[in-house]
């Protein structure tokens, strides 16, 4: 009879080739911070180590990697991006110009941002109609329907 244990070597080759291609799709370093503790595991193999202990040297590799080395990793890869809000994200708290007159349901707003939205009135104002001209500003982005609020005139 055939002893498996002795091939153990090919599965922990085929699992760090998984881990790589895996991270090379996902890029977010989890993966390969599994491959480094399947390359330790490896590392216990070629010293002879038993099957299971090879699994608890691959593991603790991998969790100690995946604690200590990506979240410093990842702070530095994320260095250099925007800090500049966008998307839906960049709309709450705009300000703009009423189009057409808005009401509990119905309305047109361009906004700052040059964008013309479908605008509603926000539950919480007292106001039930602004007229075409005042200005307003976004507390919420309801689908493709800005949630507004009138902004209380100067009083100067």
Do not use: C
């Amino acid at each position: 009879m055939v002893d498996l244990t002795q091939y153990v070597w090919i599965a922990w080759l085929i699992l760090i080739l998984i881990a790589v291609i895996i991270e090379l799709l996902t890029l977010e370093f989890t993966f390969l911070m599994i491959a480094f503790g399947s390359v330790a595991g490896l590392g216990a193999n070629l010293l002879g180590w038993e099957w299971w202990v090879q699994f608890l040297v691959a593991a603790a590799v991998s969790v100690l990697l995946l604690l200590t080395i990506r979240p410093v990793m990842l702070r530095y890869l994320r260095r250099g991006a925007d800090p500049a809000l966008s998307n839906i994200a960049a709309l709450h708290g705009m300000s703009g110009r009423v189009v057409s007159p808005v009401a509990d349901t119905t309305g047109l707003v361009k906004l700052a941002n040059g964008e013309t939205w479908t605008a509603r009135l926000a539950p919480e104002s007292t106001q039930r109609l602004i007229d075409t001209g005042a200005s307003v500003r976004v507390v919420l982005v309801d689908g493709a329907t800005v949630v507004i609020v009138p902004l209380e005139r100067d009083s100067a």
